[in-house]
């Protein structure tokens, strides 16, 4: 039998977790070499107060193991799972999200699935090629020694999605193997807004404005540019492609990132517009052309910018899109390499385990 660590990442998501994770522990305790990790990752929600009155019993047991960081000013989501899988003590470890439902005796059939097919079992929900179960790819289990062989998440990803189908890609181009959940009794969730999803993460906190690029194009090419808070700008080239609408793995809904397209740098106004000053050298002036308008041209091209506002139903599209497009090309860099992702080290941070405050654990 394996001892199996089941880790929790959650950042001002306490409403889901009170559901989940009574119920998660309660239909898997059964189990006699289980423990839940739960990483508070800078929650501002009350979480301590309520692990405190409802979980103690737990944590005293030993099941559960309660962590705490006061670093992250926003969610990262591959690093808060690589610093949970840290924390972890299992031989079996794996990530369960905190509005996801393990299922009944779960965990014994994550065992079963390890002793019949091997250290290299990959417990997962993501096919090579599709995604059918899109609020369940945050459902994984692995050996921890296949993990520590490819350095974790890869934390040069950055906004939502796709670490997940990154992580059991290069899992499986060292020898992991997939075992696929397949029990509806394993894949229920609680069922949220893309709103909810994105309110910890560093672009939906600090967008000021959104512009779209207005041209003749716009079906299959699209050009937008975010500015936010602090004085940063992404200027950002997208492309679609109908035949691989379907295709989640390697698109968002057909759209990807287009090749050299994808810039940043600071901006400020001026008197005339906004003037981008690109990290790589050159600048952009931006003209204001009324409320909501803006032009460009030079290096930009000569267009008309619209600005997306919060009500229209394409800002939520383009916020989710940023790191969508953005992590899916890091993702194929990564398919066609032999490298190891983080060779600086991954995972890394201060915490402070079940209420202990005065003696901080370092993770390296």
Known sequence: MNKISLCTVCMNRLSYLCETLPANIQQNSRFPFVEFVVLNYNSRDGMDDWMKNNMQEHIESGILKYYVTTEPAYFDLSHSKNLALKLASGDIIGMLDADNYAGVDYVNWVNDAFEENGKNTVVTTLRRDFIPYRDQGGKLCFHRDLLHAVNGFDESM?????????????????????????NEVHLKFISHSNEERLKNFYLSNNLERLFLRISGTMKTESGVLYLLKDGRFYRTGYQYDEMLRHNLVLTYGGWTLKEGMNHSGSYRETGEGVLLEYENGGQSLYREEGPGMLSSSGMDGEYLWEQVRENDELFEDLLMGYGECLNRSRYRTNDRSTGVVNSGGWGRGVVYKNFDYMNPVRVD
Do not use: H, T
Not at 159 to 182: A, F, H, Q
């Open 158 to 182: 950055k906004g939502y999605g796709v670490e997940d189908v990154d992580l059991v890609n290069r899992l499986e181009k060292i020898g992991g193997r997939r075992v696929y959940i397949s």
